[in-house]
Every structure is written in C-alpha cells, then in structure tokens.
C-alpha cells in the first residue's frame, strides 16, 4: 500500500523503493502525482522534498488539464487515424485470410474477421503499429548506433501511458511507445537518438544536451510537435 501525503490541496502518493534518489512524476489524464523514494527516507522528508516541487508539480498539471485529449476511436468506417503524422480515413473489409491493414491514397484499410468488435479491430491495427515502429526503428537504432559508435541496443515497442521512450543502461535496452508510428517519422528519429545518447550520458544534463545539438540540431522542434498531443515525456528509467 503506498503511503499518501498531502501537498497544499494536492494529494501524493508515495512509494518506498531500494532507490538513491527521490523520482516524482505527475501522471495524465488527470495529474495523479507519485513519487518514489529510497525506502529509508522519512515521509516528511519526503514531504519537504515535494514541496519544493510544488510549482513545478502545479505547472505539470495545469498544462495537462489544458492539453487536447486525443479523441476516443470506435474503428467505424471513415474514423480518422493517423499514420506517420498523415491522416487516413478508415475502411474495413471483411476477410477470411489474415487480418491486416494496408495503406491506399489517403485510406486505411482495415481487413477483419466477419463481426469482429471494436476490441478485435482495435487489436489488428494496434499490431500492425507495433510493426511499423519496429521495423522503422529498427533501422534507425542501426545507423544512429554507428554514428554514436554503440553496439545496436535491444528494441522492445509496447504501449506505454506516460512515456515515449525509455532507456535501460544496465539492460542496454531500449523502449519505444507503439504511439510513435502516429507521429512524424522525424519523431520516432528524435526518440532513438535520445535514448541511444542515454547510453552515453544517462541524465539530462549540460553534456546530454550538447550531444543532442551535435547530433541532431534541430531536436527541440522535433521535441515540441511531439508533445503537441497527450502528455508523455521521454524518460530514461525503467
Ligand atoms: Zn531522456
């Protein structure tokens, strides 16, 4: 059960863990604050600790209230989706084969099993991002990997509810949210780059950010049209 501190009219909820440092994070959609602490801490050490973080924990969730929220998809015929950053206009077809999904102009086509519900379509084109980003990733982490002169890390897409990537040092992994296969390839580049350069410098400090603007100047662009939508954060610890 984790421990629950109050921050002004802000509750927390705290969770002890064999950590060094305190982590805080304020989650979307509704701006639930977390922080982990190392498992010795005092709670009103804690407690200190977050509310020096108070502005910024206020901040956080202002601009999430403001955010546009992505709107609920049903996988009906002429729902908008996007791929890579474009628009398309859903179509489904009934198949007996396998069930895919194919690009055509400006239509997605959604090719489904006879009745298959909203969770089933949903299943099907949810995959086949995972492979879009997969395999586009792929060959990004293989250039920028030789560029930055690192052994190729491993790769694992998923969904992720608050990250568009992150980085295991240790693990010599990285993850990247399948969300990614919406946006501009430019973003899924930006998020390889960014999680590789963690491999070389694990925190965002002055040394991360200058290997950014070496090689990849023009990162912060890429960055803004990112969190253009839902909020996520690209993080590095896992
Ligand atoms: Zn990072």
């Known amino acids: ?89 859903l179509k489904l077809v009934e198949t007996d084969g396998p069930q895919t999904v194919m690009l055509r102009h400006r239509t997605l086509v959604l090719a489904v099993k006879q009745g298959a519900d909203l969770t089933a379509r949903e299943a099907v084109l949810s995959r086949w991002y995972r492979d879009q980003v997969r395999e586009r990733a792929g060959s990004l982490a293989a250039v920028w990997s030789r560029t930055l002169g690192l052994d190729v890390p491993r790769l694992h897409v998923q969904h992720m509810k608050t990250k568009w990537g992150s980085c295991s040092p240790i693990r010599r992994a990285i993850r990247l949210n399948t969300e990614l296969a919406k946006k501009p390839p430019g973003c899924l580049e930006y998020i390889v780059v960014h999680e590789l350069v963690h491999l070389l410098e694990p925190t965002h400090n002055d040394r991360f950010k200058a290997l950014m603007r070496m090689f990849l100047p023009d990162w912060e662009d890429r960055r803004r049209e990112l969190s253009a939508l839902p909020v996520r954060h690209e993080d590095w610890d896992y």
């Open 1 to 89: 059960m984790p421990a629950r501190i109050a921050l002004g009219g802000i509750e927390a909820e705290v969770v002890f863990k064999d950590i060094r440092n305190v982590h805080l994070t304020v989650l979307p959609p509704n701006g639930r604050v977390r922080i982990s602490a190392p498992t010795h801490m005092a709670l009103d050490t804690v407690r200190v600790f977050a509310l020096s973080k108070l502005a910024w924990i206020k901040n956080q969730r202002r601009s999430m209230a403001e955010q546009e929220r992505e709107p609920s998809r049903e996988y009906l015929e002429r729902e908008s989706h996007y791929v890579w950053g474009r628009r398309y206009l």
